[in-house]
Structure formats: C-alpha cells, structure tokens
C-alpha cells in the first residue's frame, strides 16, 4: 500500500492510498485546527490564522441560515 498528500491552499489536504488490490481511495482531510493560547502567546501568525478560521466558521454558519 503506497499514499501520497496533497496540501491544498486553504490548509486542508487529500490524502490518496493506494491499496493492495489496486484500487485507489481519496480522504479530505479538513484545515488543521489552530490553538488559541492567547495573545501574549501567539504569534503573528497564529494570530491571522485564529481570524481567518473564525471568519470561515462564521461564513458556514450564515450560510446554513
């Protein structure tokens, strides 16, 4: 059995396994999660990404609406 990941550009990724009879299976693998250990902690980055994961929940949620 072989796999190969792809990271896709909004942090989520596709896993590809190929399996002993041949076949292939594909997993989405969803954005990872980002912890908030609070401003004094975070970097810069991990600040823009907490804000952008936020924005994107709250996007999903209006749209379910």
């Not at 190969?4 to 989520?12: A, E, I, K, V």
């Not at 596709?14 to 292939?24: A, F, R």
């Not at 954005?31 to 936020?54: H, L, Y």
């Amino acid at each position: 059995m072989s796999s190969t990941y792809l990271q896709l550009p909004d942090g989520s990724a596709i896993l590809t396994e190929m399996l002993p009879d041949g076949s292939l299976r594909k997993i989405r693998l969803p954005s990872p999660f980002v912890v908030d250990r609070g401003p004094g902690r975070n970097t810069v980055e991990d600040e823009a990404a907490i804000r952008a994961a936020e924005d994107r929940v709250t996007k999903l949620d209006r749209r379910e609406r």
